[in-house]
């Protein structure tokens, strides 16, 4: 079975200019989850979607958005780009069985870089 | 919102040693996970603990979900050059299971 796959990984981008970032989880997984990974703050949760609905929502502002579609393959938006959203973005995906075996699947996440 | 704390955060062994490290929080998790990254890389499941008390193996992996639901350990036996990389804890609750809580993580560096 193929694993979460995310696409581009890598990015450069300008201060100012918007990204979107895909993710394609693993087949029969219904939930996808966001994360940002930087030095300084580790990893933290952005969102998750799950049948194409944002579920869960972390505390990042709203310049951060994404969406899911009917194949559960979920897109990651990030407008007017800041300095400090250079980060590894990854993205996870889990069955989301409403409890037990909820594990999270990550990918190999994205390199953006702002200059 | 809830936070884990994850000790200790690097350390440096001799192949062969044994390794433990720890994760605990100031609330109740229904789901531990660990995960290892190697650089570049998204973290990899190595483990999932789902049950207080809760004791499970993965080859030279062992973790545990402490009884209090607010801790858990993972040990690593006979340590060798792989598993050199990036340890992290992660915490799951069953009301917000689309989002885990992570720890800082435990860089282990294994000297050959």
């Known amino acids: 079975k193929a694993g979460v796959t995310q696409t581009p990984r890598y990015l450069i981008k300008t201060r100012g200019q918007q990204v979107t970032l895909s993710c394609s989880p693993i087949s029969g997984h219904r939930s996808v989850s966001w994360y940002q990974q930087t030095p300084g703050q580790g990893l933290q949760f952005l969102f998750e979607?799950?049948?194409?609905?944002?579920?869960n929502k972390g505390n990042f502002p709203g310049r951060f958005s994404g969406r899911q579609f009917s194949n559960s393959r979920s897109e990651m938006n990030v407008s007017t780009l800041e300095l400090g959203d250079s980060a590894l973005y990854l993205c996870?995906?889990?069955?989301?069985?409403?409890?037990?075996?909820?594990?999270?699947?990550f990918g190999p996440g994205t390199r953006l870089t702002v200059l | 919102g809830q936070q884990l704390n994850q000790s200790p955060q690097s350390m440096f062994i001799q192949e062969g040693e044994d390794v433990s490290m720890n994760c605990t929080s100031s609330?109740?998790?229904?789901?531990w996970l660990w995960y290892k990254q190697d650089p570049g890389e998204g973290p990899v499941l190595l483990i999932a603990l789902y049950k207080a008390g809760e004791l499970t193996s993965n080859g030279r992996l062992t973790a545990q979900f402490g009884i209090t639901r607010k801790d858990s350990f993972l040990n690593i036996s006979a340590s060798i050059p792989s598993d050199v990389g990036i340890y992290f804890c992660?915490?799951?609750?069953?009301?917000?299971?689309?989002?885990?809580?992570f720890g800082d993580g435990t860089t282990l560096t294994v000297k050959p």
């Open positions: 979607y799950f049948s194409e609905t944002q579920r």
């Open positions: 609330s109740i998790f229904n789901t």
């Open positions: 992660a915490g799951q609750l069953f009301t917000n299971a689309g989002k885990s809580t």
């Open positions: 996870a995906s889990s069955r989301r069985s409403g409890g037990v075996n909820n594990e999270q699947f």
